[in-house]
């Protein structure tokens, strides 16, 4: 699992690795500009003129270090230390002096000495890093522009200029570059995982640049990353004389009038992800298309024609999903209510019901504790009720909501977030914008509902039932393009998925 974390925290274990490994700190920054140069050569041509743009902390320290590293093999080069104040951080003088000896350094101390960018370049922007404390202004705001009209492939080491680590809400949006792809050592930044700042990271490299897994440990963080790794130990062995007893009963309450195809998909998704039984509740119009479309599945069928409105025959050895489709009928509210009253155990709550609970302050306290919600952004506003600015502050409610309701959110997005009634965030790391298509939402409330039932933890039936979904959407996109992508594809690589994680 990759943890994340702040500004301070990676400055104090920048420290703390620098005195248990017995190094100076210039070290540690010539080590991650090795890596950082190692993995930038694989990019460049071997005619590319390379532009980089240093700052006067240890961001424009390790450009410098860079820039002598590219010279070794014999890459046009040009750089420019901005340096207004004239003070340098130690290892960024270090590199300068270094660097001086091989190579004239333009410093830009006002907007004169600005260059322009030749057409065909690649820029190296190691303006700042993590160290930044305020937003960008004067000379800063305008490079920053030059470099973000210049048309070049540009590469931000660690995080673009002017990005803060976690909380943009109040930072200029003319003040940030907008990278092609950004090489952040050893952790993500939480900022780069966020919705409101995909215009300043097109893709992303994580470096391991060797800190300290003593040091690394020591840090406490609410924020990580799941990876492979987390998910393999988590996937439940069959064994040999397994039969569907075995493997769960879910209850998904899906569909009206119109939207018969969330029941579908829903359903499909949890038989494909692996439960032992499953039983549709659905609105009467709905049962021949059902039947037909998904035979392993069984039908409750509702009176109403086109709406859900009672909770039909329920037992406690199921695993209750609900939302897929069921509109915002009065008397589904009712039904949820019900539902939601009579049930102890966790169930999966999505889409619709999200919205009906949204409308209903009272069905909140209802829904019972570690129940998974898996609203996306726009669901959960609602659930919340309020619009939230950015992606920051949609997290920090959502991470309130989860611990004020005991219950896990399931924030849908590029990178999904598993929030625990602990306030910890499990960031998701498989998935493509291919899945941004009718009914994947629903595809997810059938995996995370078929996984629950087979006995996973609510935690692992979240996170699992993400990186699943993720994972076979990546499949799907590889044989469709992300252009073409059905949510239906989603669920025909989930027996992908699964071998993909089964296999190492
Ligand atoms: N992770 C690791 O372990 C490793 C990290 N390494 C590297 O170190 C980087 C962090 O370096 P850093 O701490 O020196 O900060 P960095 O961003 O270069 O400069 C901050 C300076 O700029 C200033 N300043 C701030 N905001 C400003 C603004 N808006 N406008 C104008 N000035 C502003 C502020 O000074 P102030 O003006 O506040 O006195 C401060 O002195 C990190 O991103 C990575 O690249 C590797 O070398 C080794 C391993
Ligand atoms: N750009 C993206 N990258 C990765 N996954 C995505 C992307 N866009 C959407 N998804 C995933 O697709 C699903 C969409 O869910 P939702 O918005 O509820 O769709 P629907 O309501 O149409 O079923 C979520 O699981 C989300 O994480
Ligand atoms: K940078």
Sequence with gaps: M?????????????????????IQSVDLMERASLALFESLCHLLDEDSHIVIFAGS?????????LARMLLTKHFSVDVYLINPNGILSADCAANKARLE??????????????????KGSVVIDGIFGSGLNRPLSDIYLQIVSVINNSGSIVYSIDIPSGLFVEDNSMNNPDGIVKADR???????????LLPENADYCSHLTILDIGLCSECIDEQFSDYSCIERRDIEPMLKKRNTFAHKGV???????????????AAVLSARACLRAGVGLLTMRIPSCGVEILQTAVPEAMVSAEE????????????????????PGIGLCQVTGDLLKTLLTVSSKPMVIDADALNLIAKDESLKLLIPK??????????????IGCRCLSGYERLQKAREFAETYSVYVVLKGAYTATITPEKKVFFNSTGNPGMATAGSGDVLTGVITSLLAQKYS??????FGVYLHGSAGDFAAKSKSVYSLLASDIIGYLGKAYRGIEKR
């Design 101 to 118: 000896r091989l190579l004239y350094i333009n410093e830009i101390r006002s907007d004169k000495d600005i260059p322009q960018i030749e």
């Design 57 to 65: 902390g240890n961001n424009g320290g390790d450009a410098l270090a």
């Design 2 to 22: 990759l943890k994340l974390f702040d500004a301070q925290q990676i400055k104090a274990m920048d420290t703390c690795t620098v005195e248990k490994q017995d």
């Design 247 to 261: 493997f769960g009963h879910a209850l998904i309450f899906a569909g009206s009038f119109g939207k018969i195809g």
């Design 304 to 323: 109403e024609k086109e709406w859900l409105s009672g909770v039909g025959g329920i037992s406690d050895k199921m695993t209750i999903g609900i939302g």
């Design 182 to 192: 950004v090489f952040s050592f050893q952790f993500p930044k939480l900022s780069l």
């Design 458 to 463: 609510p935690f692992e039936s979240a996170v």
């Design 370 to 383: 570690e129940s998974i919600l898996t609203p996306h952004p726009v669901e959960l506003d609602r659930l």
